[in-house]
């Protein structure tokens, strides 16, 4: 009897040894799987950091201080070819004034080979008469012509900017919208789909006197 307990102790610290190994390897496995994990997801973070910072932004001034453009869209040499002395146009202009799309980067690395695609979408009235031509009703503003521009520029350094002139609007339409469809560098994509940036309005619209001021501003006599 004694010689048997002795065979099973010894045969069961055997079985306790090698389940405590297993253990033991099992931890060690799942320490090093955890790291893999940890070091992948701080080299994702690291790398985003040491990528350039680009954004966009967009401002329509009316001053005429001197302003050292980077690049120049088409915009206005397209739409001189409009016409817009027809219905849904306003009657009434403003002063000269220009719009500015800026890229700028906030990174601490420069950005190489920046590329942005943008369009600009003017708008005009469109609404039906009721008994006679000072009774407008069903007004709304739609869709009248969008343009497109594509620019490319090959290094924006850290705090850097790029300024691009797209339009200067007089008051010829109510409203028109800067979109940006595309902006990526040769480092990553900042915009991949379609945004609106920023809508222009006409400056009477702000501040419209009476309806007939605002018949003039939706050309109701054109």
């Known amino acids: 009897m004694e010689i048997y307990v002795i065979n099973y102790i010894i045969r069961n610290e055997g079985v306790f040894e090698m389940d405590k190994d297993t253990f033991f390897d099992s931890v060690t496995a799942i320490i090093a799987i955890v790291n893999i994990v940890l070091v992948y997801y701080v080299f994702k973070l690291t790398k985003k950091d040491l990528n350039p910072k680009l954004y966009v932004e967009s401002t329509i001034v009316t001053s005429h201080e001197d302003i050292e453009f980077t690049a120049h869209s088409n915009f206005n040499s397209d739409l001189s070819y409009t016409d817009f002395e027809t219905k849904g146009f306003p009657e009434i202009g403003h002063a000269y004034s220009t719009w500015i ?13 920046v590329e942005i695609e943008y369009s ?8 039906e008469f009721g008994i006679d031509d000072a009774d407008i009703k069903n007004i709304e503003f739609v869709d009248f012509k969008t343009l497109f521009d594509k620019q490319k ?3 924006i350094p850290p705090n850097g900017e790029i300024i691009i002139k ?50 003039k501003l939706i050309g109701t006599h054109k």
């Open 120 to 127: 600009i979408t003017i708008q005009k009235a469109d609404f």
């Open 166 to 215: 797209v339009i200067n609007p007089t008051g010829e339409y109510p409203y028109a919208h800067l979109k940006i469809n595309k902006l990526k560098s040769n480092e990553r994509t900042f915009i991949d789909k379609e945004i609106l940036l920023k809508t222009y309005e006409h400056e009477g619209l702000t501040h419209t006197e009476d309806m007939a001021h605002f018949r």
């Open 101 to 113: 799309l800026k890229i700028k980067n906030n990174g601490d690395l420069p950005a190489t080979k």
């Open 153 to 155: 520029f090959d290094y």
